[in-house]
Each structure stands twice: as structure tokens, then as C-alpha cells.
């Protein structure tokens, strides 16, 4: 373990921060304090704009040793050109003429040059470039926006100051060190969609009981969530849409109170329907049919990997270590035989339990665990179907990734609060232990995020670096991609319009993908292209006769840039 200059380990760094943290609480968790909190929580306007900015505010600050994020992953640039086509004022850009050449991951060249995603999270940094020039400026927005929304979701379940609690936990959990704000593939929006549809439903239901006009605030928001969950994640909308349904059938079937239902349904009908028509229309000009989502061609013309031959161990009786059993299962839970649909399936729920992680601080397992008290009441009997309806559905896809689960985010929190809130009402021989123990988890969440996050500012000092090796949950860029960084620079410093043919290496990784462009290519300074050999190539060199032409070699050491081709291998 390594010693600083001041003979403590990283360590002996933990124990002391946390004694620090710990000791430092007694002092200001005071009743004074928990007034003005209770106060302030009651300010919804106000919490919500607190809680919108100080994510981004969290996140800004850390920019000197975690610059704006490099786009790195195929999802990434695929979301990036959706924005730029939205840009160019259109839905989807007209096939290019040499399109061979510029066949890359998740973009269409036929019938359209298009991304295969929805329009949701491209809107959003479309927003970004609009407003900053930056994408990442709407993926700032998106984070700021779903805690301040979580927290307006809460409202409708739970005291203000417990959602005041929910979204100081939804910033520390999803906020400035979270994968969501630090990449381009989404996972905000969808959660913030979730949110306004979450919180919307509860609100109509007490106006449906109580006989009095639902407000068509709340319906139109439930409108505009379910728009804008459809514009990012359509699969997993049909999962919402069940959820949505379910609420409804928990209404008391009395007709004054379906009458109310009906009216709300068209206020929120009619909120959705821009986003169903831009849908329907992003697919009419992709894909030349209104019902045909993009994704669906692009798995019907590159097809999608279903099967693999699973590497099984060579030598049956000898046992496997954990690491192997674990790669084998993963093989098998995502491309087993069909004959072992089932047993897959079954086997998915076990092994992604730990994906779950995700959406819970580790000093809140706990009162995830007691939330279930809580199913005592018909509404948290809906919110636990909720959650096992998204865990089943999502399921039946061979992968998951966190994003896909974004709509249930506010319902996690609220597991967690509603945990809380079973906890602090424990009391042992009269003495109420549960506030104790209640403070203590909140304070824990808080002391590793703080720690973290003083890690990251000061990361150039000796102790910060001899602790990153601890750090596991967070997933802050701890630096751009160097390689493309310097081809970038490269490429910078190059002058005039430039063809630039991507040669790759017989070992290539294939998801190491570097042929990517902008919606309108031909008015591109930079054109990248995938170098086909240099009698196709000449083809591209002809059709851009003005271009200097380059080769890239992204898979030397370091990256070549030259004006001479490879040599054939």
C-alpha cells in the first residue's frame, strides 16, 4: 500500500475522513438545521431550481482534471448525429452516392443516411450545440433537470422534506461523478420523462377521489413525460404505458370518477401526440414506412447477433475459477441455444441483480430492503409491480444496460426514502433509534460522495491518486480517449478540406470504430472514410477531387496520419 510523505497510507487517509465526516455531523445536524431544511422544502420552486443547478455547478468545477467528455462508444456518435441532422433542420439526410465507403456502427445509408436512434437524446444536444456549442451542455441540462424533477415526483408521495432528501440523493447518485453526465448516450431525459409520469399520476388520482377537477397542469405533464420516454426509449415505453394502465385500473370504478379519468386521458392524449407524430415522421423519412422504426431496418439489413459458439471448459471435471464461471454464464445468459430460452431467462433476473446496483447508494441497501413494509398500501403495491414489470420486460432483450431501466430511476428513490421513512420510525424501549440510524445512512451517502468528489478536484495531489484505486462506483471520464485525442490533434493541425481513409489492422477490434461523420459529409472540412484498398479508393478520391488525401492507421503505435498509403497485408 503506498505511504505518503506523511507516513499515512490511502488508507489511513479513508478511516481518518470518515472519522472526520462522522464527528463534524454531530455539531450541525441540529433541530435548527432540520427547520430550515423542512422550510425550504416546502419552497418547491425554489428546491427545484437549487437542485437543477447544483449538479452542474458540481460538475463544472471538477473540469480542470475531467475536461468536457469525448465522445468514444458507436451509441455516442450515432446520438451525436441525430443532433447534427436536427441541426441541418431535418429528420434524416439523403443517401450519400459512395455510401459503401462510409458504412459505420448504428447509422443507416439506405434509404437514408440516419442514425438508427430516436430523436430524444439527439433533441437534446441539439439543444447544447444551440444554446453553447457544446452537446454536453444538453446533457448537463437532462441531469440538472431529472434531479430537480425527482424531487418534484416525491412531493406527491412523501413530506417535502423527505423529497427535498430524494433529490439531495438523486445529485449525489446521478449527478456530477455518475456515468449519465458523463457520456452522450442518455439516460437523464428518460429519467426525467419518468419523473413528470410518475409524479403526474398520483396527483390526478387524489383530485379523481376526492370528486374535485383534476388539474390539466398535471395531465398535460403526464402527457409531455410519456412524449418525451417514447422520443428516447420506444420499447421500453410499451412497459410504461403498462404501468400507466395499471394506476388506472386501481381508480374506484364509480362514474364521476372515470368521467375525470376520460377528461385527463384526452388533456394528456393531446400532449403526447407531438412527440407520437414526430416518431412517425422521423420513421417515414428514414425508413419510407410510418410504423418501421429505424432500429428495426437496421437489424433487418445488418442483422442482429443472436447465437455464438459458447467456450466451454475444455476439461468438464476440473472445477472453474470464479472469474471463468462468471465469463461462461455471461456467454451463455446472452447467446445460449434457444432450447434454453427459459432457463436463460430465469438466469438473466439472477445475474443482473448486481446492474441493479446502479441506482442505489451502498448505505441505502439497507432501507431498499425495509421499503417493503411499505407494500402494506395500495399505492406501493403498484410502484413494486412497476419496478417487476421493467425487470421482466427488459429482460427478454439479451443485454442491458442501465439506461434502458431510466424511467423507473425516481421509483428506486423512492424505495429508498420510503426505506428511510420505515427505519426512523423504529424505536427500541421507547427511545427512538430510528432517527439515529436514519441520520447515520444519509450522512454515509454523503461522506463518500463528498469524498469522491474532493478526490476528483484535487486529483494532481499525492493522496487523491493513492486513493483512486479504491474508487468503484463512480464512472467520471478520468480522461478522454488518448488516442483520439492526438488524432484529433493531428487531424487539427492539418490545413484545408481533407480524405481521410481509415485503415485497420488484421488484429482490429471491430467496436473500435473510427468512421464517423457529420449529417451533411460533403461539406465537411473532414470526410473519414473506410479504406476499401486503394483501387475502390481511388473512386472517393475522384468523386472529392479538391480534398487532400490522408490515411489514418488507428490501430499503430501511436496512431499514424500519413499522406501515403498503407502497404498491402
Known sequence: MPVGATGFGAADWLEFFFAFVLILSAFIWTPALQRLLASFATRTRLAMLALFLTPIALRLALLPN????????????????????????????????????????????????????PLGQG????????????????????????????????????????????????????????????????????????????????RLSDAWRRGVTARKRDAALLGVGFGLHLLTRPFESILLAMSIVLFC???????????????????????????????????????????TLPEQLSQFQYGVPTTMTIQKPAMPHVPLTPQQALEYKAQFLMHGPDTDTLARFVLRLEYRVRDYRFFFLPPLYLAAAVSF??????????????????????NLFPYLLVHYLAAVTCLFLLVAVTGLRQIKRLSIHGFPAGTD??????????????????????????????????????????????????????????????????????????????????????????????DLGLRKDTELIRYYPSRRVLWF?????????????????
Request: aromatic residues 12%.
Open 66 to 117: 475531467h475536461p468536457v467528455p469525448m465522445p468514444n462508444v458507436y451509441d455516442e456518435f450515432s446520438h451525436l448525429l441525430v443532433a447534427d441532422t436536427l441541426l441541418h433542420l431535418r429528420l434524416a439526410n439523403p443517401p450519400h452516392p459512395m455510401h459503401p465507403f462510409f458504412e459505420t456502427f448504428f447509422v443507416l445509408q439506405k434509404p437514408a443516411y440516419s442514425s438508427i436512434y
Open 373 to 394: 413494509i411499505a407494500l402494506r398500501q395500495k399505492l406501493y403495491i403498484w410502484v413494486a409491480a412497476t419496478l417487476v414489470i421493467f425487470g421482466l420486460g427488459t
Open 553 to 569: 492507421e488507428p490501430d499503430a503505435d501511436p496512431p499514424a496520419l500519413s499522406s501515403t498509403a498503407p502497404a498491402a497485408e
Open 437 to 530: 440510524i436514519v441520520r447515520i445512512l444519509v450522512l454515509l451517502c454523503g461522506a463518500e460522495f463528498l469524498l469522491w468528489y474532493s478526490i476528483h478536484l484535487f486529483e494532481n495531489h499525492h493522496a487523491p491518486l493513492a486513493l483512486l484505486q479504491y474508487e468503484t462506483w463512480d464512472a467520471i471520464n478520468h480522461r478522454n480517449p488518448k488516442k483520439r485525442v492526438a488524432a484529433a490533434r493531428d487531424i487539427a493541425a492539418q490545413r484545408g478540406q481533407l480524405l481521410i481513409f481509415v485503415h485497420y489492422s488484421p488484429q482490429h477490434i471491430f467496436q473500435d470504430e473510427w468512421v464517423w461523420n457529420s449529417a451533411d459529409i460533403d461539406a465537411s472540412r473532414v470526410v473519414f472514410a473506410r
Open 123 to 202: 433533441l437534446i444536444l441539439a439543444f447544447g450545440r444551440l444554446i453553447s456549442g457544446l452537446p454536453w451542455t444538453g446533457v448537463l441540462c437532462a441531469t440538472g433537470a431529472m434531479c430537480a424533477l425527482s424531487y418534484w415526483m416525491l412531493r406527491a408521495y412523501v413530506p417535502p422534506l423527505w423529497a427535498l432528501l430524494g433529490g439531495i440523493l438523486a445529485v449525489i447518485q446521478f449527478g456530477p461523478l455518475n456515468l449519465w453526465m458523463n457520456c452522450y448516450w442518455g439516460g437523464a431525459l428518460p429519467a426525467a420523462a419518468g419523473c413528470l409520469v410518475f409524479g403526474a399520476l398520483p
Open 249 to 291: 385500473l386501481l381508480v374506484p370504478f364509480r362514474r364521476d370518477v372515470w368521467r375525470a379519468v376520460f377528461r385527463s386521458a384526452l388533456i394528456a392524449l393531446t400532449a403526447f401526440s407531438p412527440a407520437l407524430f414526430l416518431t412517425l415522421l422521423q420513421n417515414k423519412q428514414v425508413t419510407g414506412r410510418w410504423a
